[in-house]
């Protein structure tokens, strides 16, 4: 187990694993997001309660459940990074903020719009916008403290420790604004609280959420490798890459 | 078809809410491409330039 | 163990004694950013009654983080900060302690003056005793989780900016119980809930902040 663990961590054996698996896995993303989109857009029954405009439900729930899934990945890879001075955990955390944030974005975008016809405005303090919100915050501080360093060593470390009083924070401040919502909107409607959903409404709900995953997946795979290259652009295996042509 | 469209009249927030999440999807596999292609670009050209093994630069950090 | 927790704490202290501006100044800026909501809201009694926890507990929490800043700054500077980490006492029994002191020079002058503020809000007086309390337990915690941020951020020439980006987010479940218990004690409901949970935080960061600050201080100062 730990010899496996070991050899991943390398970085080229990583590099050389992530090369063959990307194809393979870009292929089964794009499957699920185009039949996924077909079965929700057009097989998917009509809500009865809310019409058609629940089908903003395929993009919203997926881009909320990965903003959190995708902060979980970095505040576990940053555990790694301090505890076995892991570069690949480091560079896996660095590249999955931005596509992570971009996700929360999207999360609260699509949630407006979905506010809009639902509550009749473009912003309510429901518990779960909010705390989207927030988790755009924290985001947003985790990439500017690693971008304000000019050593990439110590905004590594900096950056990981950040990620972990943040993971740990996630649960309280959920837990805060929630209470806070319920003490201050008694009657709050929460349209997006478990609606009755069909199983022909869930099959591609759930296909759309793996897609997301593995569009996550792929792309931090992807980006990790970049990274590698850049930062072991001098050792032989790289050079001899390059001579090979086979990058 | 028209019907689809038209989403029961939630068209606007319907469309809007694909069109942004396929729109910011676009845009994260765009960077994931024009990223690779910078760095594959930039080891290319430093392997090239640096054909003496002796020419290298140590490793910076 | 505990003579060098109050070797420290004193050291601090008579620091501060020499620079007033370090804590005069959050305290001056409380005062003025409370002022300034009478002024841009109307000086409507109701509204200003209304609104006052929250003003007063937002300015508290600004107070806080600008005065942050200062937490290692000095320390960081002078050098004594890789004399501390040297050392061979328990580095977050040491972290405890200049946070301790910090608290003790910006937190508690600001908690002597709320009621000031509170006066000048509107705010009646039955809710006084939960807006000390709360404050109390309120700014211990936030001096707790902001000395985080200060620590990762004391290597960095402008750290101001980063600083409250990275520890306002972490503020918010103290501002939510803080205000929402001096909200409850002005409308004469019972605030156990409020303060119990804000008790739960303080201790939750008193366990957990110390080494996520030793951590980070040894980071930056690598």
């Known amino acids: 187990m730990f010899r496996w663990f070991h050899k991943l961590a390398s970085l080229k054996n990583f590099y050389r694993l992530a090369e063959i698996l990307l194809p393979w896995l870009a292929a089964i993303c794009a499957i699920l997001l185009v039949v996924g989109l077909y079965r929700g857009l057009f097989v998917a029954p009509t809500d009865y309660e809310q019409g058609e405009s629940y089908r903003i439900i395929y993009v919203h729930v997926p881009a909320a459940w990965m903003s959190m899934f995708v902060y979980v990945v970095m505040a576990f890879c940053s555990a790694i990074f301090l505890v076995w001075k892991m570069k690949l955990a480091d560079i896996v955390a660095e590249v999955s903020a931005p596509i992570g944030a971009a996700f929360t974005f999207l999360a609260l975008s699509t949630g407006s719009l979905w506010g809009k016809p639902m509550w009749g405005t473009w912003w309510e303090w429901d518990a779960r916008l909010t705390s989207e919100l927030i988790l755009l915050f924290l985001y947003i501080g985790y990439m500017a403290l690693r971008s304000a360093f000019d050593n990439r060593r110590t905004a590594a470390k900096a950056a990981a420790v950040l990620a972990l009083v943040g993971v740990v924070n996630i649960p309280i401040i959920h837990f805060s604004v929630e209470w806070w919502n319920t003490l201050h909107q008694p009657a709050s409607i929460t349209k997006f609280d478990k609606p009755s959903i069909h199983i022909s409404m869930l099959i591609p709900l759930l296909m759309m959420a793996v897609g997301f995953k593995l569009f996550y997946i792929v792309n931090m795979l992807s980006r990790a490798r970049s990274v590698i290259l850049e930062r072991e652009a001098n050792t032989a295996w790289v050079t001899e890459r390059v001579k090979e042509n086979r990058l | ?61 | 163990m505990l003579a060098s927790f109050i070797a420290l704490l004193k050291r601090d202290l008579t620091l501060a004694a020499r620079r007033r501006g370090d804590w005069l100044n959050p305290l001056a800026f409380f005062v003025m950013v409370v002022t300034l909501f009478p002024l841009g809201v109307g000086p409507d009694g109701d509204l200003l009654r209304e609104i006052a926890p929250g003003v007063i507990w937002v300015a508290a929490l600004l107070a806080t983080l600008l005065a942050l800043d200062g937490l290692f700054r000095a320390d960081y500077d002078d050098g004594s900060l890789e004399q501390l980490i040297l050392s061979p006492q328990p580095w977050s029994v040491l972290v405890l302690a200049k946070v301790l002191a910090h608290w003790l020079i910006t937190g508690l002058p600001l908690l002597c003056l709320s009621p000031l503020l509170a006066v000048v809000m509107q705010l009646p007086a039955k809710a006084l005793p939960a807006l000390l309390a709360s404050l109390m337990l309120g700014t211990l915690t936030l001096s707790l989780i902001g000395a985080i941020g200060a620590a990762l951020t004391v290597g960095l020439r402008r750290g101001g900016v980063l600083l409250a980006l990275l520890v306002l987010p972490l503020f918010i479940p103290v501002l939510i119980f803080g205000s929402s218990s001096v909200i409850a004690a002005s409308q004469g409901f019972a605030i156990e809930a409020q303060l119990s949970l804000l008790g739960a935080l303080f201790m939750f960061a008193l366990v957990l902040a110390p080494m996520a600050i030793a951590a980070a201080l040894r980071i930056s100062s690598e």
Do not use: C, H, N
């Open chain 2, 1 to 61: 078809m028209k019907e689809f469209f038209a989403m029961g009249g939630y068209a606007f927030y319907v469309w809007t809410s694909f069109g942004l999440t396929f729109m910011v999807m676009a845009i994260i596999a765009l960077g994931t491409r024009l990223q690779r292609r910078r760095v594959v670009a930039a080891v290319t050209r430093r392997a090239q330039t640096e054909s003496k093994p002796d020419a290298r630069e140590p490793f910076r950090e």
